[in-house]
């Protein structure tokens, strides 16, 4: 029983376009969300967080996006570039924010940029 | 500042053998988490350490066991390993209270 979700294995975006990654939740005592990048060979890279207090949060061109009422969560990257490529994990938190407690991952979307 | 280092890098083993999996936390961060990646799927928890006391635990059944020492630094034994237990194993350091785990580069296990 999957309680974090990204139905998309793979997706493929030009360079300079938006790349959105989907994710989705069904355990409503989540309240700390989290995207890490990894690229292969390497351990999970932080990205960037929220918290379920809020519905947006921007840094640089990364921006989170929270839907609570349809447990969804999304990631926008603008404008996508290359170096973007990588595998990218959603991860929820329950009750404990993002460093305590047991964060559970989704199976993760492998994004392309092409140039 | 020193990110999170694991060791070793690679190993091979053969079913019913022991492992120890080492992990340094990045500098000044008090708490451990490990996690178990298997082929295709995301990480999966195994436990938590903080003040060198297991704080939490997954699904994950007795022989994986975990220790922190007084530096921060832990040690993840597997025993009696099972071809299963074929994963990249990943080491997370935090600092209790703050909201972000940071991930070392993995020890990938193969067992035999």
């Known amino acids: 029983d999957q309680q974090v979700k990204q139905n998309s294995p793979s997706l493929s975006v030009q360079e300079g376009r938006i790349s959105i990654l989907n994710c989705d939740y069904t355990n409503s005592m989540f309240d700390y969300f989290l995207w890490y990048k990894k690229y292969p060979a390497e351990g999970p890279t932080f990205l960037i967080s929220i918290s379920s207090i809020k519905d947006k949060n921007e840094d640089g061109r990364f921006t989170v996006f929270l839907n609570k009422s349809a447990k969804h969560l999304s990631l926008h990257i603008v404008p996508s570039q290359p170096g973007d490529s990588a595998v990218y994990f959603c991860?929820?938190?329950?009750?404990?924010?993002?460093?305590?407690?047991?964060?559970?991952f989704g199976k993760g979307t492998k994004l392309s940029v092409k140039p | 500042e020193t990110g999170v280092t694991q060791s070793p890098t690679h190993l091979i083993k053969t079913r019913g053998q022991q492992v120890t999996l080492r992990c340094s936390s990045q500098s000044g961060h008090n708490t451990v988490s490990w996690y178990q990646q298997a082929l295709g799927q995301g990480p999966q928890f195994i436990f938590q350490?903080?003040?060198?006391?297991?704080?939490g635990r997954g699904n994950f059944p007795p022989r994986f066991s975990g220790l922190q020492f007084p530096n921060y630094s832990s040690e993840l034994n597997v025993n009696a390993l099972e071809l299963d237990d074929s994963a990249l194993y990943l080491c997370?350091?935090?600092?209790?209270?703050?909201?972000?785990?940071?991930f070392g580069p993995g020890t990938r296990l193969t067992v035999l």
């Open positions: 991860a929820a938190s329950a009750g404990y924010g993002g460093s305590q407690g047991n964060l559970i």
């Open positions: 997370a350091s935090s600092l209790q209270g703050a909201d972000t785990q940071y």
């Open positions: 350490y903080y003040r060198e006391e297991e704080n």
